[in-house]
């Protein structure tokens, strides 16, 4: 079975520029989360998705925003992008809510000039 | 207040040898999750290991096997016959039950363990 893939892995862009970073889950995995990593801050929770519905949002600002497709694939944005948004961006996917088991796609490490 | 506490920032451990990687965390919900993650310097997170707060033994994988001590609020990792393969950051994360209103996995800061040859 194939596991949790993130596209793209790297990503540049510029201050005030706009990114989409793409999670595809594990086949029948209907919850995905979404995680930003920094040095700083450490793991951070940006949102959940279940059946096309985010459940939750972690405290970001509305730059962030995201979106869960009928196939359970998810999407997430980041407009007007700042330096601080420089993190590596990790998907989580979970058969279910609560569910024990949460695997984690490789990551889309973004990069802001 | 932190939720998850891991208060190595970085251990060494001789290959072939057991190590013990700290995790406390707190919580007042009766019900929720505790999970360790390996991420290699490649960034991707592994799942390793689970225990429910209501299990009534200590969960083990192989190699891994997770100290649950409920009562001290405590969830060691334990690795025995430590691999070069070891070598990486480790995370410990609590998921509260649905009383929290979330299923948010919350992270420690993180141990990085470094295996010796």
């Known amino acids: 079975k194939a596991g949790v893939t993130q596209t793209p892995r790297y990503l540049i862009k510029t201050r005030g520029q706009q990114v989409t970073l793409s999670c595809s889950p594990i086949s029948g995995h209907r919850s995905v989360s979404w995680y930003q990593q920094t040095p700083g801050q450490g793991l951070q929770f940006l949102f959940e998705?279940?059946?096309?519905?985010?459940?939750n949002k972690g405290n970001f600002p509305g730059r962030f925003s995201g979106r869960q497709f009928s196939n359970s694939r998810s999407e997430m944005n980041v407009s007007t992008l700042e330096l601080g948004d420089s993190a590596l961006y990790l998907c989580?996917?979970?058969?279910?809510?609560?569910?024990?088991?949460?695997?984690f796609g490789p990551g889309t490490r973004l990069t802001v000039l | 207040a932190q939720k998850i506490t891991q208060t190595q920032p970085g251990m060494f451990v001789q290959e072939k040898e057991a190590v013990t990687l700290d995790c406390t965390y707190d919580t007042s919900d009766p019900s929720y999750g505790l999970f360790w993650y390996k991420q290699p310097s490649s960034g991707e997170m592994i799942f390793l290991i689970y225990q429910g707060s209501y299990d009534q033994q200590n969960a083990t994988e192989g190699r891994y096997s997770l100290n649950f001590q409920k009562a001290r609020k405590s969830a060691n990792l334990v690795i025995s016959a430590s691999q070069l393969g070891d070598s990486a950051m480790y995370f410990c994360a609590m998921r509260e039950g649905p009383g929290a209103g979330s299923y948010q996995l919350t992270f420690g800061k993180g141990t990085k363990l470094s295996v010796i040859p």
């Open positions: 989580a996917s979970s058969a279910r809510r609560g569910y024990n088991e949460q695997f």
């Open positions: 998705y279940f059946s096309e519905t985010q459940r």
